[in-house]
Antibody
Framework: QVQLVQSGTEVRKPGASVKVSCKTSGYTFINYVVTWVRQAPGQGLEWMGWISAYNGNTNYAQKFQGRVTMTTDTSTTTAYMELRSLTSDDTAIYYC?????????????WGQGTLVTVSS | QSALTQPPSASGSPGQSVSISCTGTSSDLGGYNYVSWYQQHPGKAPKLIIYEVSKRPSGVPDRFSGSKSGNTASLTVSGLQTEDEADYYCCSYAGSNKYVFGSGTKVTVL
């Protein structure tokens, strides 16, 4: 079955960077796009961007432009999301999800989430 | 890109129906038939329950249905069950390969 398994909890100080991984299995990695979504404590979902596993093309939400980098490693079928210049506002659970549909319009399935805490 | 607007809460008794609205603009929700809905139980990852406005993935009960009119999409849960108590989020394609989520609705089964 299709699975996305994310890396564990991270704690960072303000100004630092974090890189979250998303190991995929059960499907042909390069045929799909992976998206990243975050959820601050008690808040809603926020779309961050996506990356094509086929050619590495990315598309980031304007809010994160210049501060986020999404990459993939086709040899290990893993997607990565790196966020830099962290502030306390970046404290959130970060999810990866496979993007599906001919028009890339839905997200399924999702990883279990990675909690990133930013605190001095 | 502003979040789509959802009511903060909705509720119903077991067996009843509850509907959740999701309002956007002509630049996002109103401009495309690419609306999806996600169910999220506390402490869990979101789960897809509706895609392309009204289609249900395999395994999702037919108690869940979706529709859209103009700039507003709706999710209806018929025959409410206790396990339907969760947060629900809509999501729409917003052009230029970007997406926007709704603000979320907490559904309570009374």
């Amino acid at each position: 079955q299709v699975q996305l398994v994310q890396s564990g909890t991270e704690v960072r100080k303000p100004g630092a960077s974090v890189k979250v991984s998303c190991k995929t299995s059960g499907y042909t990695f390069i045929n799909y796009v992976v998206t990243w979504v975050r959820q601050a404590p008690g808040q809603g979902l926020e779309w961050m961007g996506w990356i094509s596993a086929y050619n590495g093309n990315t598309n980031y939400a304007q809010k994160f432009q210049g501060r986020v980098t999404m990459t993939t490693d086709t040899s290990t079928t893993t997607a990565y999301m790196e966020l830099r210049s962290l502030t306390s506002d970046d404290t959130a659970i970060y999810y990866c999800a496979r993007v599906d549909g001919y028009n890339l319009d839905w997200f399924d399935p999702w990883g279990q989430g990675t909690l990133v805490t930013v605190s001095s | 890109q502003s979040a789509l607007t959802q009511p903060p809460s909705a509720s119903g008794s077991p067996g009843q129906s509850v509907s959740i609205s999701c309002t956007g603009t002509s630049s996002d929700l109103g401009g495309y038939n690419y609306v999806s809905w996600y169910q999220q139980h506390p402490g869990k990852a979101p789960k897809l329950i509706i895609y392309e406005v009204s289609k249900r993935p395999s395994g999702v009960p037919d108690r869940f249905s979706g529709s859209k009119s103009g700039n507003t999409a709706s999710l209806t849960v018929s025959g409410l069950q206790t396990e339907d108590e969760a947060d629900y989020y809509c999501c729409s394609y917003a052009g230029s390969n970007k997406y926007v989520f709704g603000s979320g609705t907490k559904v309570t089964v009374l």
